[in-house]
T-cell receptor, first 110, second 118 residues
Framework: QKEVEQNSGPLSVPEGAIASLNCTYSDRGSQSFFWYRQYSGKSPELIMFIYSNGDKEDGRFTAQLNKASQYVSLLIRDSQPSDSATYLCAVPSGTYKYIFGTGTRLKVLA | DAGVIQSPRHEVTEMGQEVTLRCKPI?????LFWYRQTMMRGLELLIY????????DSGMPEDRFSAKMPNASFSTLKIQPSEPRDSAVYFC????????????????FGPGTRLTVL
């Protein structure tokens, strides 16, 4: 089993809909989790981090963490074409380093 | 702040040649990471430094790869000799500090170097 797994997609949603992106991880000891967004041909940029069970909201973005089930999700409300990108989940692995998932490509259709 | 700076942005070379990628982290950041990104394997950590000292190089694929950080503002990743399978985008990232969680663990990525080995 890979340490961090994401569905590669593409996940296509109509403009204005909710996009739901999921990430599962294998290390039960993982404490904090990051979501990065990467536009085509660009570098990853941080969207959110979460380290407590439950939901964390930031504008149109909500991160959800369920440590018992070992998954973390990212919800994007009122999806816009500008949200079209690849979303990477990052999970800690050992000390001071993070393992990235291969990412889910999101396409928001106008 | 200019952010993380990488050079060159694109590199095309022939198999067997030496390739050197360069990175300037954000001033004041103590951690520097080198990643490689391919479609098949995603974003892989190659090596990271703390205060210019290599801490974990377990991701370096083989002896052809080496990395140095002679001072707080400069790092290099060298491939010698290069092979076609090394073709990828190489990212450098820096962070102010790393803990077991929290926003200070945020890694800031440079624009990347797209390497093509023919």
């Amino acid at each position: 089993q890979k340490e961090v797994e994401q569905n590669s997609g593409p996940l296509s949603v109509p403009e204005g809909a909710i996009a739901s992106l999921n990430c599962t991880y294998s290390d039960r000891g993982s404490q904090s989790f990051f979501w990065y967004r990467q536009y085509s041909g660009k570098s990853p940029e941080l969207i959110m981090f979460i380290y407590s069970n439950g939901d964390k909201e930031d504008g149109r973005f909500t991160a959800q963490l369920n440590k018992a089930s070992q998954y973390v999700s990212l919800l994007i409300r009122d999806s816009q074409p500008s949200d079209s990108a690849t979303y990477l989940c990052a999970v800690p692995s050992g000390t001071y380093k993070y393992i990235f998932g291969t990412g889910t490509r999101l396409k928001v259709l106008a | 702040d200019a952010g993380v700076i990488q050079s060159p942005r694109h590199e095309v070379t022939e198999m067997g040649q030496e390739v050197t990628l360069r990175c300037k982290p954000i001033s004041g950041h103590d951690y520097l990471f080198w990643y490689r990104q391919t479609m098949m394997r995603g974003l892989e950590l190659l090596i990271y430094f703390n205060n210019n000292v290599p801490i974990d190089d377990s991701g370096m694929p083989e002896d052809r790869f080496s990395a140095k950080m002679p001072n707080a503002s400069f790092s290099t990743l060298k491939i010698q000799p290069s092979e076609p399978r090394d073709s990828a985008v190489y990212f450098c990232a820096s962070s102010s500090r790393m803990t077991s969680g929290g926003s200070t663990d945020t890694q800031y990525f440079g624009p990347g170097t797209r390497l093509t080995v023919l």
